[in-house]
């Protein structure tokens, strides 16, 4: 004789024991997620965050050495360019430690020899205009004047930058 249709289905033992194995064994992989992002990864990515300290301009020079760089001027015109290095150097309140300044995490990895990259230009000279105007500001307008940036000891102790977030993809992608 067949079942009705509609009857509900009756597990057995083992299966009923089955399913609530793996319904415990994926709660437990949450509450493990949750048990390591919050008490380990969250704290140490907060300490290998940057730093705050307040810099002060060292000296701002362009060593003379030149960077390619690539430019887009439309979907099928490309080429490349070349800039001149900027390198601002500042000490800063958590050591007094000299160290290069970077603009930002990008900056950082395209370049850690120069504090500024522009924005690539076809011409050569408007890349060097553009590196000397902020040389200018920062020997000008920054000077001596204290400013907030940010270091990592853990990492390098040559190195600071403008962004807080600087330091993390350097760190997560060792």
């Known amino acids: 004789m067949a079942k009705p249709r509609g009857a509900p ?20 992989g949450v509450v493990a997620l949750f048990v390591l992002g919050f008490c380990w990864l969250s704290p140490a990515l907060r300490e290998l965050q940057g730093q705050t300290a307040r810099c002060t301009v060292l000296s701002v020079q362009q060593p003379g050495e030149l960077f390619e760089c690539t430019f887009s001027c439309g979907a099928a015109c490309r080429g490349t360019a070349l800039y001149p290095c900027l390198q601002v150097y500042v000490s800063h309140s958590a050591s007094a430690a000299r160290a290069l300044l ?33 040389q200018e500001y920062w020997k000008e307008e920054v000077g001596s004047q204290p400013f907030t940036c940010y270091f990592n000891q853990h990492l390098s102790r040559n190195v600071g930058c403008e962004s807080q977030n600087c330091f993390l993809h350097s760190v997560l992608h060792c």
């Open 9 to 28: 289905y009756e597990y057995t033992e083992a299966e009923d024991k089955s399913i609530r194995l793996g319904l415990f064994l994926i709660v437990s």
């Open 102 to 134: 970077h603009h930002d995490e990008h900056q950082l990895l395209a370049n850690p020899k120069c504090s500024f990259i522009p924005p690539c230009a076809r011409e050569n000279q408007k890349n060097s205009e553009i590196v000397a105007h902020w």
